[in-house]
C-alpha cells in the first residue's frame, strides 16, 4: 500500500513508539504523522515514511527526513535532520532509533536541552520508563553557571542528578571554580552540590584543595569547597 502526499492519526501502531520513546510521552494518544510517502505492509508490519516526516503527539513533535518502524519486533528509526520538541526539552540528532518502546538512542551530534541543561555527546542512550539516560564518551553538560565533562555521563533527569565517570571536569567562571576528578555526583536539587572521587582537585580564588573525595555546595550563586 502506498501513499502519496498522505495524513494519517494512527491511535495504536507501532509508529507511536518512536515518538513515545523519543519525547517522554507514556501514554498511547493518537498520534499523527504527516510525510511525502508512507508505505504500509499489513504482512509484515513495516512502515516506512519518506521526504518531510512529522510526527505530532499530544503536543510532542518530532520531524526527520525518513522514518521507518516494525510493528512486530518493536524497532524503528527517524533519520536525517531530526528534530524532537516536548515542552522544555528540545532535541536534535542524526538518526533516532528505537530498541522495543522502553529504550531510545540518538546518535551523531546530539544536543538535548532541557530546562537549564544541555546535553552534548556522539550517542544518547534513554529509557523513558525511569527517566534515565546516558551518553557513554565525550560527555558534556552545559548549565548556567558552568560546565561539566567526562568520559561518560549518566543522568536521572526526574532526581536532577548526574555522574561523570572518568576525565571529569568542571569549570564555573561565575564562582570562579575549577575542579577535576575521577568521578564527580551533581545534586541539582535544593541547594545543590558537586561530590568529586578519586584523585580530586578543585581550584577557586588561587586557593587549591586536594583530596581522595572534595564536596562542593554551591549555595547562594557561590561554591564552598570542603574535603
Given at each position: 500500500?502506498?501513499?502519496?502526499?498522505?495524513?494519517m492519526?494512527?491511535?495504536?501502531?507501532?509508529?507511536?513508539?518512536?515518538?513515545?520513546?523519543?519525547?517522554?510521552?507514556?501514554d498511547?494518544?493518537?498520534?499523527?504523522?504527516?510525510?511525502?510517502?508512507v508505505e504500509?505492509?499489513?504482512q509484515?508490519?513495516?512502515?516506512?515514511?519518506?521526504g518531510?516526516v512529522?510526527?505530532?503527539?499530544?503536543?510532542?513533535?518530532l520531524?526527520?527526513?525518513?522514518?521507518?518502524y516494525?510493528?512486530?519486533?518493536?524497532?524503528?528509526?527517524?533519520?536525517?535532520?531530526?528534530?524532537?520538541?516536548?515542552?522544555?526539552?528540545?532535541?536534535?540528532?542524526s538518526?533516532?532509533?528505537?530498541?522495543?518502546?522502553?529504550h531510545?538512542?540518538?546518535?551523531?551530534?546530539?544536543?538535548?536541552?532541557?530546562?537549564?541543561?544541555?546535553?552534548?555527546?556522539?550517542?544518547i542512550?534513554?529509557?523513558?520508563?525511569?527517566?534515565?539516560a546516558?551518553?557513554?564518551?565525550?560527555?558534556?553538560?552545559?548549565m548556567?553557571?558552568?560546565?561539566f565533562?567526562?568520559?561518560?555521563?549518566e543522568?536521572?533527569?526526574?532526581?536532577?542528578r548526574?555522574?561523570?565517570?572518568?576525565?571529569?571536569?568542571?569549570?564555573?567562571?561565575?564562582?570562579?571554580?575549577?575542579?577535576?576528578?575521577?568521578q564527580?555526583?551533581?545534586?541539582?536539587?535544593?541547594?545543590?552540590?558537586?561530590?568529586?572521587?578519586?584523585?580530586?582537585?578543585?581550584?577557586?580564588?588561587?586557593?587549591?584543595?586536594?583530596?581522595?573525595k572534595l564536596?562542593?555546595?554551591l549555595a547562594?550563586?557561590?561554591?564552598?569547597?570542603?574535603?
Amino acid at each position: 500500500m502506498k501513499l502519496k502526499k498522505m495524513q494519517m492519526v494512527l491511535l495504536t501502531m507501532a509508529v507511536c513508539f518512536i515518538l513515545t520513546g523519543t519525547l517522554y510521552a507514556a501514554d498511547s494518544k493518537p498520534v499523527e504523522l504527516n510525510a511525502n510517502t508512507v508505505e504500509y505492509d499489513t504482512q509484515t508490519g513495516l512502515i516506512t515514511a519518506t521526504g518531510s516526516v512529522k510526527m505530532i503527539q499530544d503536543g510532542a513533535v518530532l520531524t526527520g527526513a525518513s522514518a521507518q518502524y516494525n510493528s512486530k519486533t518493536q524497532e524503528g528509526f527517524v533519520t536525517g535532520g531530526v528534530v524532537a520538541d516536548k515542552e522544555d526539552m528540545h532535541m536534535t540528532a542524526s538518526m533516532i532509533k528505537t530498541s522495543g518502546p522502553n529504550h531510545m538512542i540518538a546518535t551523531g551530534n546530539v544536543v538535548v536541552v532541557k530546562a537549564d541543561k544541555t546535553l552534548t555527546g556522539p550517542q544518547i542512550d534513554y529509557y523513558p520508563d525511569t527517566s534515565y539516560a546516558v551518553i557513554e564518551s565525550n560527555a558534556r553538560v552545559t548549565m548556567t553557571d558552568g560546565t561539566f565533562t567526562s568520559d561518560r555521563m549518566e543522568a536521572y533527569l526526574n532526581e536532577n542528578r548526574l555522574i561523570g565517570t572518568g576525565n571529569v571536569h568542571i569549570v564555573s567562571p561565575p564562582r570562579n571554580l575549577d575542579a577535576v576528578g575521577d568521578q564527580a555526583t551533581y545534586y541539582g536539587k535544593d541547594d545543590g552540590k558537586v561530590i568529586l572521587t578519586g584523585n580530586a582537585v578543585a581550584t577557586q580564588n588561587n586557593n587549591t584543595l586536594r583530596s581522595n573525595k572534595l564536596t562542593i555546595y554551591l549555595a547562594g550563586g557561590k561554591a564552598d569547597v570542603t574535603t
